[in-house]
């Protein structure tokens, strides 16, 4: 989408810690989501933080939001190779913009 | 078990053909939404529904239809209009519009 980027692809070794980034451009989002897919499969929600917020955590996802910048990033810690998918951020506007997705690839 | 269900999984089109793509949800959700989605590339919206009886158009909504007759329904009619129909379609709803999407399992489309 083009209100929404990220960078396309990202790979880290098992073990380590994954950070996958995003911009967006509307900043009257309620809230701001992030995603997975797997092949062939639908989007799974992970998490998703409320604009007003800057931080929030669950267990291994750590969701940061800079709403001066715009940026939003999401930190995996202790990556898996079960972490590989397609991740998506997403605005919450009426239908949502969704980012083209960044693929993560964990090598073991 | 609540969720959204989509089906077919796999659905194929003849050249000229109509095709519908089913979509249900049983967890009482006002808002359904259709997505395409190309090989490599993120989700892109084809028509939303607020709330029964009413849809708007999305982004490329072009060579699509869609019907909101019943809550727990939204059916895509993919018509012969759309001249590039092969990709990945998914179906999402929210409690409300702008609220959390949900989303089902996809149908892939391809085109004979």
Known sequence: GEDVEQSLFLSVREGDSSVINCT??????????????????????????????????????????????????????????GDSAIYFCAESLPGSTFGDGTTLTVKP | DGGITQSPKYLFRKEGQNVTLSCEQNLNHDAMYWYRQDPGQGLRLIYYSQIVNDFQKGDIAEGYSVSREKKESFPLTVTSAQKNPTAFYLCASSRAPGETQYFGPGTRLLVL
């Open chain 1, 24 to 81: 967006y451009t509307d900043s009257s989002s309620t809230y701001l989501y992030w995603y997975k897919q797997e092949p062939g499969a639908g989007l799974q929600l992970l998490t998703y933080i409320f604009s007003n917020m800057d931080m929030k955590q669950d267990q291994r996802l750590t969701v940061l939001l800079n709403k001066k910048d715009k940026h939003l990033s999401l930190r995996i810690a202790d990556t898996q190779t």
